[in-house]
């Protein structure tokens, strides 16, 4: 069926293959999540390191398995390096522990107190529901602790797995590029070339705009917080810059657990209102200044769609697919783009006002063509 036959179907039609084809496509990404998620993961991750790779091969003369396997090793060098500071930072707050138990007795006693006076509810009864609370707690502690280790195994799997992938990503890219020509039809390969290669310049940009955006954020974050005498300030600070890659929920996320450490190591409780403060600052700079200029690619996507994704790609694949949905939505738009039976799908996900409208008049005045 062309386009033009698939157009003049009635509306119900349309909309039912539409809506089985999204279910189809669900299902599958869900079912084939151990798959997927770190195939798409490699999939970045070579994007990210083929100048690396092309550069040991073009410069040093080195054999693409060699300098695939170099281009690897330097990206889990840097990030074992962060994993470590972050690992030191750790250890250091669980020297803390004591005093978190200490505050968080005084908070317990305090809010016990409130409740008292306000709901006229008396400390005995409220001992008690807390009482039959803790024994639920330690009677599932052997599931917590088999449930923890279980997903520890299974994110080392995944990292495994994920390197792996990327090294063969990088070793047969050739091969790779050679099956999306040979897939489609002779006038398509020009195009699908292109988008090819529009992805990986827009992905690669994307990535690196992320990455120095993180670290922006994670030493302004950290200086900020030293200079208000915040303690732990280097933890909270790469805790911010790591989390700060989910949009708009990852700097609340941020902020509750920069909250929740500085409650139990301060002396003062406003420094918590001084954390808070000084994220949300951050945040609205972050958003209003840091991202258009250091992340802002040639593809925009719009809040309510990024909203969306980062959502759905959570009920989907959980944290990871919070990280991945905002990549893999950019690469869907410049797909939509470029094909012109998906052009409308591309105007939903944009995010430039100006370059939309022309887009959809033009695709109005292409269905009336067609029609007539």
């Known amino acids: 069926m062309d386009i033009k036959n698939f157009t003049n179907l009635p509306f119900y039609i349309k909309l039912a293959c539409v809506l089985f084809s999204l279910f189809a496509i669900g299902y599958l990404v869900i079912l084939a999540k151990e798959i997927l998620s770190p195939l798409i993961f490699s999939c970045l991750f070579s994007i990210l390191l083929l100048p690396v790779a092309q550069f040991f091969e073009r410069k040093i003369r080195l054999p693409r398995s060699a300098a695939s396997m170099i281009s690897v090793i330097l990206l889990l060098s840097a990030i074992g390096i962060i994993l470590y500071v972050i690992g030191s930072q750790?250890?250091?707050?669980?020297?803390?522990w004591p005093q978190f138990q200490t505050q968080l007795h005084k908070s317990v006693d305090g809010l016990q107190d409130w409740v008292s006076a306000n709901f006229h509810v008396n400390e005995s009864k409220q001992a008690t529901y807390v009482d039959t609370a803790k024994e639920k707690i330690l009677a599932s502690g052997t599931t917590v602790v088999s449930t923890t280790l279980l997903s520890l195994s299974s994110i080392l799997l995944f990292l495994v797995f994920t390197f792996?992938?990327?090294?063969f990503f990088l070793l047969y890219?050739?091969?790779?590029?050679k099956f999306l020509e040979s897939v489609f039809l002779e006038e398509n390969k020009k195009m699908v070339h292109e988008i090819v290669e529009q992805v990986q310049f827009i992905i690669r940009k994307y990535i690196i705009g992320l990455l120095i955006e993180m670290a922006i954020v994670a030493g302004a974050v950290s200086l900020a917080f030293w200079a208000l005498g915040i303690k732990y300030a280097i933890l909270l600070g790469l805790i911010t810059g790591l989390l700060n890659i989910i949009p708009y929920i990852g700097i609340f996320s941020a902020m509750v657990l920069s909250a929740l450490i500085t409650f139990a190591?301060?002396?003062?409780?406003?420094?918590?209102?001084?954390?808070?403060?000084?994220?949300?600052?951050?945040?609205l700079i972050d958003s209003n200044i840091l991202l258009p200029v250091v992340v802002g690619s040639k593809v925009r996507i719009n809040a309510l769609i990024t909203i969306l994704g980062v959502i759905i790609g959570e009920m989907i694949w959980g944290v990871s697919g919070m990280f991945l949905s905002i990549p893999v939505i950019a690469v869907l738009k410049i797909i939509f783009d470029r094909v012109e039976s998906l052009q409308p799908w591309g105007i939903i996900l944009g995010d430039e006002e100006?370059?939309?409208?022309?887009?959809?008049?033009?695709?109005?005045?292409?269905?009336?063509?067609?029609?007539?």
Do not use: C, E, P, W
């Open 173 to 177: 890219r050739t091969l790779i590029m």
């Open 164 to 167: 792996i992938y990327t090294f």
């Open 265 to 283: 190591t301060a002396t003062v409780a406003s420094k918590v209102l001084l954390v808070i403060g000084t994220l949300v600052i951050t945040h």
């Open 354 to 372: 100006k370059k939309q409208n022309k887009l959809a008049t033009k695709l109005v005045a292409r269905n009336k063509k067609v029609k007539g």
């Open 90 to 96: 750790v250890s250091s707050l669980a020297n803390d």
